[in-house]
């Protein structure tokens, strides 16, 4: 069984189209995250969820919008697509507190046009 | 700059060789994790240190900290072909809400 799933896995589109990438975790974990990996492989966080609650928030831009309809689910909406929105995107989730490894998904890889 | 920085960014060994890979950080931490990522896949934890230790093995791997230089190393001994991969360490620092920050990473090439 896939521990965290994302969907997904490749994404190709134009210049300012919405879209969304959904991310579930079957781990039981309370926080879940979304990262950007660059092309140069640097992997930044982006948002932070715990028990449904955004905790953290990297000043993203808001055309990215995190949802969590529950603690398992954590989807990310992209409005108005630019092209350095080009990257692969990882969800992953851990159990709450500090100290506690992370599972990644297996990313999706979001190019835009 | 990062608050995580591996070096070197790339290493290229043969099968058999040991491998060391250094990270170095900014800020206070309460632990510092490494991850594995294999080309075109998610990470995967390795091995977690915290604050108040100094080495910690597991099985192949070695990692040690040093907070007084802000610094951990990750060894892998008798390193094989399915090494082959991007390492990177992440640290959860003490200051404001916890988060894990990730460093630049070292793409490790292990030749057969």
């Known amino acids: 069984d896939t521990a965290v799933s994302q969907t997904p896995k490749y994404l190709v589109t134009q210049m300012g189209n919405d879209k969304s990438i959904k991310c579930e975790q079957n781990?039981?974990?309370?926080?879940m995250y979304w990262y950007k990996q660059d092309s140069k492989k640097f992997l930044k966080i982006m948002f932070s969820?715990?028990?449904?609650?955004?905790?953290i928030n990297e000043t993203v831009p808001n055309r990215f919008s995190p949802k969590s309809p529950d603690k398992a689910h954590l989807n990310l909406h992209i409005n108005s697509l630019e092209l350095g929105d080009s990257a692969v995107y990882f969800c992953?989730?851990?159990?709450?507190?500090?100290?506690?490894?992370?599972?990644f998904g297996p990313g999706t890889r979001l190019t835009v046009l | 700059s990062q608050q995580g920085e591996e070096d070197p960014q790339a290493l290229s060994i043969q099968e058999g060789e040991n491998a060391t890979m250094n990270c170095s950080y900014k800020?206070?931490?309460?632990?510092l994790q490494w991850y594995r990522q294999n080309s075109g896949r998610g990470l995967v934890h390795l091995i977690l240190?915290?604050?108040?230790?100094r080495e910690k093995h597991s099985g192949r791997l070695r990692v040690t900290l040093d907070t007084s230089k802000k610094s951990s190393s990750l060894l892998i001994t008798a390193s094989r072909a399915a090494d082959t991969a991007s390492y990177f360490c992440?640290?959860?620092?003490?200051?404001?809400?916890?988060?894990?920050?990730f460093g630049t990473g070292t793409r490790l090439k292990v030749l057969a």
């Open positions: 800020t206070s931490i309460n632990n």
């Open positions: 781990l039981g974990h309370d926080t």
């Open positions: 992440a640290t959860d620092t003490t200051s404001g809400t916890y988060k894990y920050i």
């Open positions: 992953a989730s851990s159990k709450t507190g500090t100290g506690n490894e992370q599972f």
């Open positions: 969820y715990n028990n449904k609650e955004l905790i």
């Open positions: 240190i915290r604050s108040n230790e």
